[in-house]
């Protein structure tokens, strides 16, 4: 964001009604961030710095960045007449905003004219196929001609960027135009009219990076850096220290019925537990807007999809080990309201998250400290994300029927919520047990039996460990944990 708030602003030239040729300011850099609170999270980055290096009287934040979200219609209404009144800096929209923007007015961000182009979370903005395996080409072939015929709002407002250098990277195959010097110097590369391009993703799977890098001709050919963590980070000894910084520990519940206890085998907790403060019935009070009254009295009357004793465990993990805030990550087509309902039920202090509401989460919430919530989101919603007093992220679903590879990815970016800037934290991921899941180590089980528990989600998130090289430490309070049934 430094960097990009530091670039020169770019104009453009029109002649006005006089005949005189003037200079208006135009959008220097495009972000284009998967979800909207994302947007808000980076707008409010920018007013914090505008805030402190902006002298006594700083400029309005309008004419540094704006942000373009499909919020109802506005952004085709108010947002786009902010936008062609008082171009910013820096221009922050989800793909789909962006793209209805340039389809109702090509003008209002001038593409010719951007300097730079940022794509964060490229791994989930850009869809491609990832390796199936010969036994499975005819789905793989099936999928790659959905996604040319459907390519995606990101792919999309890229290949109207990026036209020029597109179509001139296609010239240059086709005319097998080589750049090797004859003598033997270093390469001679050709320079590729368009904006700066910058895609950044804490994953990138070789089948996207194959995409971005060749197929796609968003870049230059030979034309590009990639930055990556250096030999030493990946070393054995960084990766114990816990994904996402020194002090995170990850713990696996496993539920059954009526129970909740830790994985065996889990080490023994190193972090000292800070419990939460004891509240009074005041305090405890849950806000009656989080919800309508039409809502509340749907889920009431009908059968909730979440597992009440899964529930209940997290509520428990809540109240004795959350002192501020924790973050429950559901998967992406869940029902984030009726969790909330849920919880709210049990007298857990949850709510949706939605920061363009919640903006005291960005600088650290006091409100958080003195009654602890829990904020309930979707894996693609949170990616990106950085609340300060977050100590606690609670993971319910989101790696279920995912191959491993794929459920490594999202382990990482979900777990990546805690241990920002050097703070630790805990992420507990709550698995329903079946009597199967034991059959995967039994030696004793048929092999019919451990192919079937190898299929389960208790096996899925072993494996998706070992590949990170992460031990499970307990959580306390979940030794030998028992619920009675009535409860």
């Not at 704006?66 to 108010?78: C, F, N, S, T």
């Not at 059954?256 to 009070?285: C, F, K, R, W």
């Not at 029927?401 to 709550?430: C, L, M, N, Q, W």
């Amino acid at each position: 964001m430094l960097a990009l708030l530091s670039k020169p602003r770019t104009k453009y030239r029109i002649r006005n009604a006089q005949g005189r040729t003037i200079e208006k300011d135009t959008v220097t850099s495009l972000m284009i961030v998967p979800y909207r609170d994302l947007a808000y999270q980076i707008l409010n980055w920018i007013e914090s710095i505008v805030k402190n290096f902006g002298g006594a009287s700083p400029p309005e934040l309008s004419s540094i960045a704006q942000v373009l979200v499909r919020d109802g219609q506005m952004h085709l209404g108010e947002g786009l007449e902010t936008l062609r009144n008082e171009p910013p800096h820096i221009l922050i929209g989800t793909p789909k905003a962006l793209l209805d923007v340039y389809r109702e007015d090509p003008n209002a961000f001038l593409r010719r004219s951007l300097s730079t182009v940022f794509v964060d979370e490229v791994d989930y903005l850009i869809e491609t196929v990832r390796d199936l395996g010969p036994e499975q080409s005819s789905k793989r072939r099936a999928l790659e001609r959905r996604i040319r015929k459907h390519p995606g709002p990101s792919r999309e407002l890229l290949d109207i960027i990026y036209e020029d250098r597109i179509r001139r990277n296609a010239e240059l195959l086709e005319n097998e135009y080589e750049h090797d010097d004859e003598a033997g110097g270093a390469s001679k590369r050709e320079t590729i009219g368009g904006p700066q391009l910058v895609l950044a993703s804490a994953t990138l799977p070789g089948h996207l990076s194959s995409y971005v890098f060749g197929q796609s001709g968003w870049f230059a050919r030979h034309d590009y850096v990639r930055i990556t963590k250096s030999k030493e980070d990946s070393s054995s000894a960084s990766k114990t220290m816990g994904l996402g910084g020194t002090g995170v520990e990850h713990s696996v519940i496993l539920i059954g019925p009526n129970s909740a206890t830790n994985i065996p085998g889990a080490e023994s907790s190193t972090q000292a537990t800070e419990l939460p403060a004891v509240l009074s019935e005041e305090e405890q009070a849950l806000d009656e807007d989080v919800l309508s009254k039409e809502e509340k009295r749907g889920f009431a009357g009908k059968l909730s999809p979440y597992n009440p004793d899964v529930m209940e465990a997290i509520a428990t993990a809540f109240a004795l080990d959350v002192p501020s805030v924790a973050l429950l990550v559901l998967p992406t087509s869940a029902n984030v309201k009726r969790a909330v309902y849920d919880f709210r039920e049990l007298g857990v202090n949850a709510r949706p998250l939605d920061l363009a509401q919640q903006r005291g989460l960005l600088t650290g919430a006091q409100e958080a400290r003195s009654n602890p919530m829990m904020l309930v989101s979707t894996f693609s919603a949170i990616r990106g994300l950085d609340l300060p007093d977050l100590t606690h992220v609670f993971i319910l679903g989101v790696l279920e029927r995912e191959i491993v590879p794929r459920a490594t990815d999202a382990y990482v970016h979900i777990a990546g919520r805690v241990g920002r800037s050097g703070r630790g934290g805990k992420v507990v991921s709550f698995i329903e047990t079946t009597e199967a899941d034991g059959a995967a180590y039994d030696t004793d089980a048929a092999p019919e039996e451990k192919a079937a528990a190898r299929q389960g989600d208790l096996w899925r998130l072993q494996r998706v460990l070992k590949r990170l090289s992460l031990s499970p430490r307990a959580f306390p309070h979940f030794d030998d944990v028992e619920y009675e049934e009535e409860v």
